[in-house]
């Protein structure tokens, strides 16, 4: 199985702040990679597909860069509703598997 | 609009099974795989495995696959999962998750199972 890693697993942050959340898979995955948002309520929202494209309706201040087996997500400038848990997850292989998530909060 | 709407909180015995479901509409059910996600209290995502509607086709996690039967009705659109010889650890909340290229891109909102003498 590809072992997903993230990190920091905890990140502070202030509002209008960029932060930058790492994810790294135990063996390349050729861009396989995926972001997920998940709220308080445990509502769970795709963010990007494929390492740096934005689900539908997701703002422009969430991007997604990297390749082989380091990926990172990137908020430019945070917002209220940005304060949640983070998860990466890889579709390159079975099975599916995801990072041990980051909790992105308020500083 | 894409919903998956999921049944409602389970509780169920030690050794027992229960079946949780998960209702597809604003698209055409058979054009989708539909995953299952668990998260045990306080803790990430894990996959269970897929299913597709139109084969009843499935994969599982290896260890998932004495755990976990996954099923589809193309009549009623309606994904469901079924776990078996329960415990303790199946305590968590299990979610359905609309697969395609653009990874699991419509989430239900998730049931919570309770496993409890």
């Known amino acids: 199985d590809i072992q997903m890693t993230q990190s920091p697993s905890s990140l502070p942050a202030s509002l209008g702040e960029r932060v930058t959340i790492s994810c790294r898979a135990s063996?390349?995955?050729?861009?396989?990679l995926n972001w997920y948002q998940q709220k308080p309520d445990g509502t769970i929202k795709p963010l990007i597909y494929y390492t740096s494209n934005l689900q539908s309706g997701v703002p422009s201040r969430f991007s997604g860069s990297g390749s082989g087996t380091d990926y990172s997500l990137t908020i430019s400038s945070l917002e209220p509703e940005d304060f949640a848990m983070y998860y990466c997850q890889q579709d390159a292989s079975f099975p599916r598997t995801f990072g041990g998530g980051t909790k992105l909060e308020l500083k | 609009e894409v919903q998956l709407q999921q049944s409602g909180p389970e509780v169920g015995r030690p050794g027992s099974s229960v079946k949780i479901s998960c209702k597809a509409s604003g698209y055409t059910f058979t054009d989708y795989v539909m995953n299952w996600v668990k998260q045990s209290p306080g803790q990430g995502l894990e996959w269970i495995g897929w299913i597709d509607p139109e084969y009843g086709s499935t994969d599982y996690a290896e260890k998932f696959k004495k755990k976990a039967t996954l099923t589809a009705d193309t009549s009623s659109n309606t994904a469901y999962i079924q776990l078996s010889s329960l415990t303790s650890e199946d305590t968590a909340t299990y979610f359905c998750?609309?697969?395609?290229?653009?990874?699991?891109?419509?989430w239900g909102q998730g049931v919570m199972v309770t496993v409890s003498s």
């Open positions: 998750a609309r697969g395609t290229i653009a990874a699991m891109d419509y």
């Open positions: 063996q390349g995955i050729s861009n396989n």
